[in-house]
């Protein structure tokens, strides 16, 4: 009988561990090309409250309150021209009170900083 080779069997298992190792790195990157909008940090965020009054969404972006309110009065008159494109603010109004989707707000904020709106 010929006498077992050690340094192949060694190469073979190196290999075999590199293959089975690659193939779950590459398995973790497909999932990862296809991130949602709303991100695990958002998802919480809306566990706790989906809504935010303006003070709060005020501070969520670090503006004043007069600015989202800025912010809101120029979405308002772009959507009534019919010149505005993508997410709107996400406000509602309830008994003359305003309060923010914070899930919407956060994909208001990306299209509004991909497209690099002015306000």
């Known amino acids: 009988m010929k006498p077992l080779n050690y340094s192949a069997l060694i ?6 561990i590199s293959i089975v190792t690659a193939s779950f790195i590459l398995q973790g ?3 990862l090309k296809s991130v949602p909008a709303v991100t695990d940090e958002a998802y919480s965020m809306q566990t ?7 003070e ?4 969520f ?5 007069s600015q989202v ?10 959507r009534a021209q ?5 997410v709107s603010f996400p ?3 309830v008994q003359n009170e305003i309060y923010v989707s914070q899930i919407g707000l956060i994909s208001w904020l990306e299209g509004a900083t991909r497209e690099r709106r002015i306000y």
């Open 11 to 16: 190469c073979s298992f190196i290999i075999g």
């Open 29 to 31: 990157t497909e999932s």
């Open 48 to 54: 706790e409250s989906p809504l935010m009054t303006l």
């Open 56 to 59: 709060q969404t005020a501070e």
């Open 61 to 65: 972006l670090n503006l004043t309150e």
């Open 69 to 78: 309110k800025s912010i809101i009065s120029s979405e308002n008159a772009l």
């Open 82 to 86: 019919g010149d505005s494109e993508g």
């Open 91 to 93: 406000y509602i109004v």
